[in-house]
């Protein structure tokens, strides 16, 4: 039965078009690239637009024959990343794998497909396997010798250069084609010269960038990059080094960067201990920088993956950032980046790289996430806009904010509240429009030769593109009005071990241990606030939490879901206990509170809460952070205890009197105690309320799991 | 570390008050409507079990169905009852549906103990007539006390045992006679092939079948199944799975009759190769390849049911009895030498040429795997036959 799938397989691989083949490559990358340089070409990009819509028409139209190729595993992808869904079939073997997932049934509803190739194109095998074979690649070619190229730094000297003094540093020289992967957290100043990081030229100056490097994710390279003016001042360089560097030579500082990020992997052990070396790496270097919490990565094994720019990417991202140097600072046209794209292209990659590269040109670039599932700089379920003036370097849960503007939704996917979820894009964009992109001429920013006029933005689309998420992609492009939309075909090859469902996890967990520093409100409004450590000494059910009385600090309590009209207000207190609400903000008569209150039930617990109430609109209002209800008393009146990283200055000046709950969860992880194995919060397991060890009995006892890639007999 | 799961109740007995308030008193709607709305908020906490799930749908019906006699539109009620039971079959039988083929609603439906009218209704319902109020009415009735027979009081009460078993996995052993009775006949008379080819391939499948039915009754015997199993133990779970429905398979080929003839004059093995002889191997290589393909682990599980067998004491009582398998009396498996030897040829035919790999690296590796599987079962009394490795 088996070989019949086979041989048919075979057999219309010699029918069906081969796959283009790879471009010329001057390089050679690992083959990852490779496989994204077949199959995806270009982005399309226009750098001004006077009509996008025009652009995107093109696009569309201009799409290859070989899309059919990106949809077969971007279908497998869906399947696997889906909440609800449970990829039963993914662990059959390879050989097993012959069959394809029932695509021609679920593609009727993608009209980008309408009169693309023959179904049996979805057979094709993937065009480059993972390089398991190959030799490791060798990521560091640096070689640190003391006195040469590899210096220590005294605490005076960095005082002399207006940096930190209280961590220890290190002085790097890289010359021509040194390459240097470092794992786990540290600060990276350049002195002088130029290097490469994540695809980003860095330019001199005394300010650090923080850099997150856990395994879980691709580590980011520091590359020597020739090039960059040797006009430039050296005054950032004690003098006492100038005779150990040559012309040409980058200079760069490395700096022991703590936040009590590691501590994570205790919270959420699926992540433990990715932030140092597995011991087959300790024991393939024997190179120590003397940096505490920095590692010296010198190949590459299946558990740390450099960071890959793939070559149609730094052509796409080239055009679009150098497109402007011939144009003056004083071109005020619209600066909108859309990054559109199916599951697991790179799009959230591209998007951070692009804006890393934006913020060389502007003092501030705007970003919008409309991924519910894999935000950038929140946790899941929140469209938000963040407006950043330093590039991040690390992925997503290395940098969650306070966002300057953000609406709730409460799902890691707008399936369930579409038109929500448009009209909190929509709201956004209105505040981008109005408010963000042109401020910078309104408060006094200062001069750093990068241009301040205008804030360009970049929006990061989601990744659900069929069906009725084509639709919304459409729909989000029409409010955006982008200048330019980068497009990808092709998926990039899956790195790691981890899904997106715990890098959610993480991210979530990440939020809530993370501390915001406190600045006062109205000064840091302007870039939002990004998190400078994280604390993960006490496990959430530990922490000291606000308490809330539900009747005189709370307008109002919504659930907002599926089915969830059909919580009767004496029920209230159950569903909010444990829950991850939203914090909102509401204008002054955004909810109708009066004909809310009359229609409440008699047994009034002092939880406002009315049935069937709609979310606020996102017009009227906005969700600065997300909270987590720890416990709810029955008596009215109903108080809560609440966490939430919203620093107190911020909830004093404007206090959020809306929860919003949604579908979103605290992962099981959060609701742990890492301080002991067998117990929560002094709690044997057997008695923990919510939770439950063991195998479940009775049948129908699991959750609903979804097949769909079942075949019929048959139908091979 | 294995996590728990989210539960929407604080402790037990929160469910237990629910399943008093649909079950105790079948007039009591106000408590009824209690549970509805306890359910319903705890559908907004978090994922429910499916059963729990079914309960509220089908409960909601019922109370809205009794409240309101003479209502406007029967129609309404009769589509509410239809989704939530084809939702409640749909939603018990597809976990179950574990490889890449479909398997029947039916033949799952029978082994979860769903009464089959349900599984009727259910096709009717999706594809036919919607089902009259009557039959719809009853069917539900039917699925609450099936929920709370199969899922309340097993979930309320875990040491209880299950109140109705599961029917035991169905016999192996005919089909393989069966198989046997095929195969005779062609390798016999060749020109006879194509006539028995249809029959051939469909006993082939009756007995993938019946591996396919084994996984699903490893699914309710082992009941570790973990509801939030959120793909990461997923493998792990489907290895069981089918490691457990091959050792089943294995037990029936080792009977005597199976892969050992039950004339001893037949059980003569050719000695150089080391291997059954001719006319066995014609007789069951087929059948092995077949399964191989579809369950590569097959070879590596029959290998180790071999050696286990071989190690095992000849007069103790075999380990399939206490399993679900109708095995054979005890007595017929009271062995001989000659069962012995064969039984060791065909562990070394496993080893030397059994996958066809033409890999000799593969095949040393393999000799090594059994070699220290025999030594460790031999220990310090050394008793069988060390031939197996001449």
Redesign the interface.
Known sequence: ???AVAARKARLQQTAPPPEPPRAQSSPPSSEAEDVHAHAKPPKRKSSAPAPKAARKKRRVNRPQDTKLGRYFTEKDGF?EQQ?V????????D??RA?SPSAPFQDSSDEEDAGATPDFAVLNPPAAPLPAEEPPQILSTFRPILGQNFFHVPQEELEAIGMSPLSPTKLLVLRSSDRLALLGTYSLALLRGAVRLNGVQLTPSPHAHPVFSPRSSPLPVIEYAPGAQDSEPTTLLPSRFVGAVTPGDAVVLLQELRTGVEGLGRVC?TFEDVFSPTRWQKNQSTIDLGLQGVHYVTLQSADSQPFLLPRSWERALDAVCSAGDSTSATDLSRQVFAVHGAKKTGKSTLARTLVNRLLARYQRVAFLECDLGQSEFTPGGMVALNILDAPVFGPPFTHPSIPHHAHYIGATTPRNCPSQYLEAISALMQTYNIDVQYASQLDGQTDDGRIAEIIPLVVNMMGWTKGLGADLSRKILDIAQPSVVFDFEAPQPENGWY?P?DHRTLSILSYFHAVFPSAPPLASESAGIYATSWNTSLPLCAQHPYELTSDTALDSVI?S?P??E???P???H??L???VVGLVRCEPGALDLETASSARGIPYTGIPYTRGMPPPPPSASSCPALALVRSTSSAAPARLHVLTPLPPAHLAAAPPRVLV?GEL?LP??G??DFRT?DAVAGVE?A???????G?????????????RN????GQQ | MRLPRRVPWSSITELDQVCSWIYSDGNDTEAKVQAIQRLSAWKAITTLPHALESTLAILTVIVQDTAQEGSSSYLLTRQAYASALIRLVNGLVDPLQLGAYARSIASIAAQLGLPAWLVELRHAATHEDLPSLELLREASREAMVWLLNNYFIPALNPSAPLKTRAPPLRPLSPLLSQYKGILKITTRDASLRSQYKAETSQVLRDIERWVAEAKVAADISAATLEWDSSGVDGPELEDTRARWALDRLCDVLLEKGGLVPLSKKKRVVSTNPFQPSASILTIWTPLLAHLHALHPSLQHVLLYRIISTLLSNPMAPDSTTELETISLDATDRLRDPSYDMCLASWAFWLISSGSGSADPDDEMAKMEEAAVALVTGLGPSVRVDTDLRA
């Open positions: 039965m088996l070989s696997k609800d449970i990829a039963v079939a993914d662990d059959d073997s050989e097993e069959w052990r899904t469902a659930l879901g089915g969830f059909d919580v009767v004496s029920e209230v159950h569903v206990n444990g829950a709950k969860e099981v992880w609701m742990l194995e397991r008695r923990v309320p919510f939770l439950r060890w195998k479940t009995e009775g049948t129908g006892g699991e959750r609903r799991r979804v097949r079942l075949m019929r007999r």
